[in-house]
């Protein structure tokens, strides 16, 4: 019989929520998977745990390797699959029991998509809020991905600043293993956007798509994510992104350049609220911003960016952008984050 799913998990330092990521695996109630789990060079006991699994489960496959990131742990996993399709799951995630049972009863009854979506939830401190991964719903052949899906994919400009058309978070999908294999993203240099540079080629790539609406994956949020702490090589790694999905995503897909115009915006001014969390005084911050924008070459970009979807606080903010104080947008921006930091927690 072939081996239907390998559920691939890249792990690095999640000793505290591995045990149940893996658990919820290995309890699914559909068996015919094989679970790779990829230890990217992890510091904490996070390989002592994969392997103690794999000596209780013939199913489970460990990689053990030297740090790379998570571009470079998600190709490992994928290299040595052996299964028709292939999914992930974050290391500090979980799915639901009848998370493979679902995707195999759609693969049966929808012919075998090349690739199958699903809702998911975002769990912070014990409370689990549905999300739903997009609007496509139901079977759709290629016509249906070039008309329907293709022109509102990066970004959906039928809805307010800013939406994802189909969020791209990979753990949300289950993909044909060549698919995957064949538009994985291979530049190990990606630390931020990892999944806008894979998920978008691999729609751009396939025949079918199924859309699902049961919510089958939880989705972690926790005080040390990344939409919480500020990451001071943010400019640094936005421009690694943007170089990559414009060489390997936008030129050989002109039709997309709009959406992408509207992602770099967004990226641009969540990259504002990230160096208010900073603890540097303005003029140090103002310098910053400045210095990041002039790296990323996108003071052109910004002058010329129109949008008639910008609301209250977007259009502030990019006004404040264009006109390059960054004293003000800095001041209202560390606004914003205690608000939404401190308190709503």
Known sequence: MELRFSVVVPIYNVEDFLEQCIESVLNQTYTNFELI???????DQSGRICDDYAKKDDRIVVIHKKNGGLVSAREAGVMV??????????GDDWVDEKWLHILNEIIIKQSAPDIIEYNVYKSTDGVNKKIQTSNFRGYLNRN?????????????????FYSFGILPAVWSKV????????????????????????????????????????????????NQSMTKAYDARRFERLKVLFEY???NLIMPNEELRE?????????????????????????????KCKKGIFDLKQREFIQNYKSNKLGIPWNILFLLMKKENYKLLMCICRMIVKIKYTYKQ
Do not use: W
Not at 81 to 90: E, F, P, S
């Open 259 to 287: 959406q992408f115009y509207e992602y770099k915006m967004f990226c641009l001014l969540y990259a504002m609220i990230n160096e208010a969390k900073s603890g540097e005084n303005y003029q140090k911050l103002e310098k």
């Open 81 to 90: 699959a052996k299964g028709q399709y292939v999914g992930y799951v974050d």
């Open 37 to 43: 789990l990829v230890d990217d060079g992890a510091t």
């Open 175 to 222: 993909f044909k293993r060549e698919l995957l294999k064949r538009n994985l993203c291979k530049e190990k240099k990606i630390t931020f956007g990892e999944d806008v540079s894979c998920t978008y080629n691999c729609i751009l790539g396939c025949e079918s798509f199924y859309g699902s609406d049961e919510h089958l994956y939880y989705y972690r949020q926790n």
């Open 144 to 160: 249906d991905i070039k008309n329907k899906i293709i022109p509102n994919m990066i970004c959906d400009k039928r809805k307010n």
């Open 245 to 247: 999905l414009n060489e």
